[in-house]
């Protein structure tokens, strides 16, 4: 039986949130996003990261882009002010600006980014094609849309396979860093319910009317999507 989408808070806006999604240990998944993202966009200039969390990506790819000027938006303040001090501590508080601006209909002006990246906030929207058109819009013509996400695994063992995988839980250690993990298990179970399937990215993908899309799965538990503007 197909597993059904089940849906997840659309904003995570809780200091205990924000900390725990802080503590994930993203560095590989967040190198690996920003070394796929420069094999197609390899010299960005002026890149919005939409759904930014606490910015741990808009960092890692400044760290890997001398020149690039990074625009990161949340819904969440809890977010955005953990990503504060994450941007403060790393140094690039001249290079990365933080906002509180809704995916989907973000105030910014058609083609203002030559680059518009976005990790694994599709789960959280109910109908993510508007986020998507909206991403798309302010790409600049012949500019880039990359967006990587989760995806719905196809059966309840598929799932807990991943969450087994991904997110353990220590069998000895400090009660509260078990716990931790244990919010983490269930945060990542409940992100792969909600995600969509790579057929369901596909029938979004041809509706938006890029002047190319492409659509792959590039790990276990990931999709890609990228765009080229008009």
Do not use: W
């Amino acid at each position: 039986m197909t597993l059904l989408r089940v849906l997840e808070p659309e904003v995570m806006d809780s200091e205990q949130e924000a900390a725990d999604y802080d503590a994930i240990d993203n560095q590989e998944v967040n190198d690996r996003f920003c070394a796929d993202l420069l094999a197609v966009a390899p010299t960005p200039r002026r890149v919005l990261d939409v759904g930014t969390g606490t910015a741990l990506l808009p960092i890692a790819l400044c760290r890997r882009s001398s020149l690039v000027q990074v625009v990161a938006i949340d819904m969440a303040q809890a977010m955005l002010a953990a990503a504060q001090v994450n941007v403060m501590k790393a140094g690039l508080s001249a290079r990365i600006s933080l906002a509180r601006r809704d995916a989907k209909s973000t105030g910014y002006a058609a083609g203002s980014f030559d680059v518009v990246m976005c990790n694994s906030i599709i789960h959280h929207i109910p109908e993510p094609l508007a986020a998507l058109a909206e991403m798309l819009r302010l790409v600049e013509p012949g500019g880039v849309l990359f967006v990587r996400d989760l995806l719905r695994p196809a059966s309840a063992a598929e799932l807990q396979a991943l969450v087994d995988r991904y997110a353990p839980v220590a069998e000895a250690g400090p009660a509260a860093q078990q716990a931790m993990q244990r919010r983490q298990r269930d945060l990542f179970a409940a992100s792969l319910r909600a995600a969509l399937t790579l057929q369901e990215v596909g029938e979004l993908a041809s509706l938006l009317g890029a002047s190319s899309t492409e659509v792959r799965m590039t790990s276990d538990r990931h999709f890609t999507l990228i765009a080229h503007a008009r």
